[in-house]
C-alpha cells in the first residue's frame, strides 16, 4: 500500500522542466530509492514534498487522503513528513543538545513560551546523539562539528522526529545522507535507516552510491529529465539497458 | 551625586530599550530598525494622557504597552513579507513614519514643540521627583524586563527564535509556523521598547520628536551589538558602556573649541575597533 503518491507533479524553473507530469508511489514501511543523474529531479522532488518550493501542477496524496497541490513548508509534518536537506543545514550557532531539542519541543507559540525542556527531553535527546554517536559533542555548537558529524546530527534530527511526542513523523525523505562520509560513519546512518523501517517507517532515499542502494533498498525509483524512467526492485531495474544508459553512463 | 544618579537612569532606560531589540535582533536574528518608532510611541501616550487627562502614570504604561502592541503587529506583519536586508530597510522606513507622524500630527504632538510638563509620578506617598527615587523606579523596571528576556530566551520559544534565526526554512519543516513566532517576539519587544518610553518621558519631562529619530534605534542598535547580541547580560552591558562612554570622554581634556567634535570621532572610533577585533560584541553569543 502506498503511504504517498504523486500525481502528474510538475514544476518547472524558467520554462526548464525540473519535475515532469511524475506519478509515482512509495510503499508505507519500504525503503525506496530516488536515484538518477544530477539534475535528473530528485531534491526538486522533495523540495516539492516538503514545502520548500511550491508545485506548479498536479498533486500529492498521503495515507490516500485529500489530494494536497499546496503545502506549506510548517505544515508538512502535520502529514507526518519529514527531512533531511542535500546541503546539511542546522542551527550552527546553537549547541549540538539544542537542535535535537528544538524539534522535540512544542509548536505552539504559547505553550512553547511556558515550558523549558524536561527529563524525558533530555533521555530522547541522549538516545538520539547516542545513535548517532554525538552524545560527547552535545555541548558544542554545531558550527564546529566536522563535515561527516554535521551530517550525523542532521540524521539525529530527524531520527528524534519518530519520537511519540506530538510529531511523530512516518515518512523521512533523506537527501543525499551518505554523501562525504568515512565508513564507520555510513555504517551508523545504514543502522539508523534500518532502525527507522524496523519500526514501520517509510524511507524515501536520494542517494548516488549504488552499492548502498542495492544494500538498503526494497524498491527504487529512478527519474531523467524530471521524468519517471523505471522503477521496481533494484537488481532488476538497475540491470535495464535504458537505466545503464541514463544513470551510469554505461 | 545628582549626575551619576541621571546616567544611572539613561543606563537603565536604554537598558530596557537594548533587551527589547536584542529579543528581536540577538535572538530571533530579524535585524529591525524601528526600535525607537516604539520607544517613543510610549512616551508619545504617557505624555498625552498625563498632560491632557492627568491619567495615572503606571496605567499610562500600560495603555501605551497596548497601542505599541497593536502598532507593532501591523508593522510587524508588513516586515514578515521581506527577508534579510529588506527587513532591515523596511523598518528603517516605518522608524522614518512614525518619526513622521510625531512630528507633523500637531493636534496630538504638538509637533516639533514637543510636549513639556510631563508629570512625574506619585506611588504610595512616594515622590519620584525625587531622582534617586525615580532611579530605583527604573532600576525595578529594568529588573523586570531583564527576568522576563530571561524567562523568555531560557523557554521552548526562545529555542526556537534561535533557531529561526539560524535557518527558518530548516525549523519550519519541523512544525513551526514561524510567521507566528516571529511577530510575537517583535510586539513583546515593542512593547517592552515602550515601557522605556514612558519611563523616558516622565523622567525628562518633555517629549519631542528630536528623541525618536532614525539615530536612535542606530544607538539602540549599537548598544546590543556592542555589548554581545543574543546575551541579555550583554545588551546591559553595552547599555553602560555607551551611555558612560561619551559622558567619560567629557573628561579627556579636548580643547574646548573642538571638544564636541573630538568626543564624536573617538567614540566613533572606539566602535570601529571593538567592531574590527571583537564582532561579536563584548559577551555575544551570535554574530550578525
Known amino acids: 500500500m502506498n503511504i504517498l503518491e504523486t500525481k502528474k507533479i510538475t514544476k518547472h524553473f524558467d520554462g526548464v522542466y525540473a519535475v515532469d507530469g511524475l506519478s509515482v508511489g512509495f510503499e508505507k514501511g519500504k525503503i525506496t530509492g530516488l536515484i538518477g543523474p544530477n539534475g535528473s529531479g530528485k531534491s526538486t522532488l522533495i523540495n516539492l514534498l516538503t514545502g520548500v518550493i511550491q508545485i506548479d501542477g498536479g498533486s500529492f496524496v498521503i495515507s490516500s487522503k485529500e489530494e494536497i497541490s499546496k503545502i506549506l513548508p510548517h505544515e508538512v509534518s502535520d502529514y507526518g513528513i519529514t527531512r533531511t536537506f542535500q546541503e546539511v543545514r542546522l542551527f550552527e550557532q546553537m549547541p549540538v543538545l539544542d537542535n535535537i531539542f528544538v524539534v522535540l519541543t512544542k509548536r505552539n507559540v504559547f505553550s512553547s513560551l511556558f515550558e523549558t525542556h524536561k527529563k524525558f527531553h533530555l533521555e530522547r535527546a541522549e538516545e538520539v546523539l547516542k545513535k548517532v554517536d554525538l552524545w560527547e559533542k552535545r555541548n558544542d555548537l554545531a558550527k564546529n562539528l566536522s563535515y561527516g558529524q554535521r551530517k550525523l546530527l542532521e540524521i539525529g534530527r530527524v531520527l528524534a522526529m519518530s519520537n511519540g511526542f506530538g510529531d511523530d513523523s512516518d515518512i523521512f525523505f533523506l537527501d543525499e545522507p551518505f554523501a562525504g562520509l568515512f565508513p564507520e560513519m555510513r555504517k551508523i546512518v545504514i543502522g539508523v535507516i534500518q532502525h527507522l523501517k524496523e519500526q514501520g517507517k517509510t524511507v524515501i532515499l536520494v542517494e548516488h552510491n549504488i552499492d548502498i542502494i542495492r544494500e538498503l533498498c526494497d524498491h527504487i525509483i529512478v527519474l531523467d529529465n524530471g521524468k519517471l524512467l523505471a522503477e521496481g526492485i533494484p537488481n532488476d531495474v538497475l540491470s535495464k539497458r535504458e537505466v545503464m544508459d541514463a544513470y551510469l553512463g554505461e | ?288
Open chain 2, 1 to 288: 551625586m545628582d549626575y551619576f544618579v541621571h546616567i544611572a537612569i539613561l543606563i537603565g532606560i536604554y537598558s530596557i530599550l537594548a533587551l527589547s531589540l536584542n529579543l528581536i535582533v540577538g535572538y530571533t536574528g530579524l535585524l529591525s530598525i524601528t526600535q525607537a518608532a516604539f520607544y517613543g510611541i510610549g512616551a508619545y501616550v504617557t505624555a498625552i494622557l498625563l498632560t491632557s487627562f492627568g491619567m495615572n502614570f503606571f496605567l499610562s504604561i500600560v495603555i501605551g504597552m497596548i497601542i505599541t502592541g497593536v502598532v507593532s503587529l501591523a508593522i510587524g506583519y508588513v516586515l514578515s513579507k521581506f527577508d534579510g536586508d529588506y527587513f532591515a530597510l523596511g523598518s528603517f522606513g516605518f522608524n522614518i513614519i512614525v518619526y513622521s507622524i510625531f512630528l507633523n500630527w500637531q493636534s496630538l504632538t504638538r509637533g516639533p514643540l514637543g510636549i513639556p510638563g510631563i508629570a512625574k509620578p506619585v506611588l504610595f506617598n512616594i515622590d519620584f521627583s525625587n531622582n534617586f527615587y525615580f532611579l530605583i523606579m527604573v532600576a525595578v523596571f529594568a529588573l523586570l524586563v531583564y527576568f522576563i528576556s530571561q524567562f523568555i530566551t531560557r523557554s521552548s520559544f526562545g529555542r526556537v527564535l534561535k533557531a529561526i534565526r539560524e535557518d527558518e526554512k530548516a525549523i519550519e519543516v519541523f512544525g513551526y509556523n514561524t510567521l507566528f513566532f516571529k511577530l510575537t517576539i517583535f510586539v513583546i519587544g515593542a512593547m517592552i521598547a515602550s515601557i522605556a518610553g514612558a519611563l523616558f518621558a516622565s523622567y525628562i519631562t518633555y517629549v519631542d520628536p528630536t528623541s525618536f529619530a532614525l539615530s536612535e534605534s542606530i544607538f539602540i542598535l549599537a548598544i546590543i551589538i556592542l555589548g554581545g547580541l543574543a546575551n541579555n547580560k550583554g545588551a546591559v552591558i553595552g547599555a553602560v558602556c555607551l551611555v558612560i562612554l561619551p559622558e567619560a570622554l567629557r573628561f579627556v581634556g579636548f580643547p574646548s573649541d573642538i571638544a564636541a567634535q573630538m568626543r564624536q570621532v573617538t567614540y566613533g572610533l572606539i566602535l570601529i575597533l571593538l567592531m574590527l577585533y571583537r564582532p561579536q560584541g563584548l559577551i555575544g553569543e551570535y554574530k550578525l
